[in-house]
């Protein structure tokens, strides 16, 4: 069964280092999505694309954070530099005739 | 603007009772609705959905789920509970008219269901 790929499932990392996630949508998804879960809480939404283009990036904190999807395939969702409050779990997602398919997540703590 | 409420933080069942997940939503139109689970440093696996039809929707490991218009809720309900469906359950909204064809769906906070022995 093709699976939603992400990598890495736990960073570690230091206040004001940048770091990066990584996902690879199930074939043929044009739809990815990347959202954010804070323990104890819902994912949230931090940037959603149609093939290569954003199609919202409302809650993503550009300052800090970018995402890109070049060749409308995976994509990369980076943060630089990391503060304590980016700790949380990156999720990917693609979707296909309205439903989502999740990766197992990136889980980054922020030291 | 498009919300999910999910009131219970945490529900509690003795195995082999019948469990609720409650859920209520709001949106301008008509909407899709959708429950997820997530097993503890896993993704979020899709367990059943809301289109359109018959307002009681059957989904997977035995779950199902009751849209409710008049009261906006779409309730998870199992009639047996299994210590093994232990997770927590998320709940979900898209709103088809105001998200342009985009599928964007908007999650509750979730629910940790505890199914006890």
């Known amino acids: 069964e093709a699976e939603v790929a992400q990598s890495p499932r736990y960073k570690i990392t230091e206040k004001s280092q940048a770091v990066a996630f990584w996902c690879d949508p199930i074939?043929?998804?044009?739809?990815l999505y990347w959202y954010r879960q804070i323990l104890g809480q819902g994912p949230e939404l931090l940037v959603q694309?149609?093939?290569?283009?954003?199609?919202?990036d409302s809650q993503l904190p550009k300052d800090r954070f970018s995402a890109e999807r070049l060749k409308g395939v995976d994509s990369t969702l980076k943060i630089q530099p990391a503060e304590l409050g980016d700790s949380a779990m990156y999720l990917c997602?693609?979707?296909?005739?309205?439903?989502?398919?999740f990766g197992e997540g990136s889980r980054l703590t922020v030291l | 603007a498009q919300s999910v409420a999910q009131p219970e933080d945490q529900v509690n069942v003795a195995e082999g009772n019948p469990l609720t997940v409650k859920c209520t939503y709001s949106v301008s139109g008509n909407p899709y609705l959708f429950w997820y689970v997530q097993y503890p440093n896993r993704g979020l696996q899709f367990l059943l959905k809301?289109?359109?039809?018959?307002?009681l929707v059957k989904g997977s490991y035995g779950f199902e789920a009751e849209f409710n218009k008049s009261q906006t809720s779409f309730h998870l309900k199992k009639p047996s509970a299994l210590v093994s469906d232990s997770a927590l359950y998320f709940c979900a909204v898209r709103d088809p008219v105001r998200d342009g064809g985009y599928n964007k769906l908007i999650f509750g906070a979730g629910t940790r269901l505890a199914v006890h022995p």
């Open positions: 809301y289109i359109t039809g018959d307002n």
């Open positions: 997602a693609s979707s296909s005739r309205g439903e989502l398919f």
């Open positions: 074939s043929g998804h044009a739809t």
């Open positions: 694309f149609q093939d290569e283009s954003v199609v919202d």
